[in-house]
């Protein structure tokens, strides 16, 4: 019973962790989001520059979001369907995820919409559970990102 109850305390915190990274993107709350990131993230975006995954310093990730989604007047993103697996101070979590992009513009076309899945790799460092590689795939453009 006492496994059981600490599995489930810990799958409550690492969904806490992923949604924190989300949420505070859409609020554009980056030390939030720094808090819910390793210092080191395993970033892969091969499929969109042709460069080797590498570790990439989460404030260098975080500084590109900002200044990509800056412009935007609004960003959303929800995920579900969620499934985790922990193993020891180690976990992955996949769920399937939505982010909306709003920009108004004179096209009418003012909403950007990503349909995909995202698959975590977390670690638990000093009692916090915080990805240290992430992998995104999305339908539009068929974007990969592992991060």
């Known amino acids: ?26 609020e554009r ?13 395993e970033f892969d975006m091969k ?6 995954p590498s570790a990439v310093d989460s404030g260098k990730i975080i500084a590109g979001w900002e200044e990509g989604l ?9 995920t579900g369907n969620f499934r ?3 193993e020891g101070d ?11 992009h709003y920009l108004p513009n004179a096209f009418g076309r003012n909403t950007r919409t990503f349909v995909g899945s995202y698959d975590l790799h ?14 995104s795939r999305t339908g539009e453009g068929q974007l990969r990102i592992r991060a």
Request: charged share 35%; with cysteine; glycine share 8%.
């Open 1 to 26: 019973m006492e496994d059981e109850l600490r599995l489930l305390r810990e799958t409550r915190e690492i969904l806490d962790t992923i949604n924190d990274l989300f949420v505070g993107t859409d």
């Open 29 to 41: 709350d980056w030390k939030r989001v720094a808090r819910a990131l390793s210092p080191r993230v």
């Open 47 to 52: 499929s969109v520059t042709g460069a080797e």
């Open 70 to 78: 800056r412009s935007l007047k609004a960003v959303h993103h929800q």
């Open 84 to 86: 985790v697996r922990v």
């Open 90 to 100: 180690q976990a992955d979590a996949f769920c399937y995820g939505i982010a909306l």
């Open 122 to 135: 977390l670690r638990k460092d000093g009692g916090d559970w915080n990805p240290v590689g992430r992998e």
